[in-house]
């Protein structure tokens, strides 16, 4: 996934992920890249292993499914 840097402004920023991922890597990478939007200051090294201990925890506490 990618997320557009804050300089475009918040109305003009867009997130680009494949909606082709499993479940648990579309979470992951929904996760991923809307924690880059929000906090773009983060090294991607943090906003990784944040996203998959998130994703991992979630994943285990609840069932979850794509929509399609």
């Given at each position: 996934?990618?997320?557009?840097?804050?300089?475009?402004?918040p109305?003009?920023?867009?997130?680009?992920?494949?909606?082709n991922l499993d479940t648990k890597d579309l979470?992951?990478?929904?996760?991923?890249e809307s924690t880059h939007g929000s906090f773009f200051l983060l090294d991607e090294e943090t906003v990784t292993e944040f996203a998959?201990?998130?994703?991992?925890?979630?994943f285990k506490c609840f069932k979850i499914e794509k929509i399609d």
């Open positions: 996934g990618l997320c557009d840097s804050p300089k475009n402004g109305a003009d920023r867009k997130m680009h992920i494949n909606p979470f992951e990478t929904i996760l991923h998959a201990n998130i994703t991992d925890f979630l």
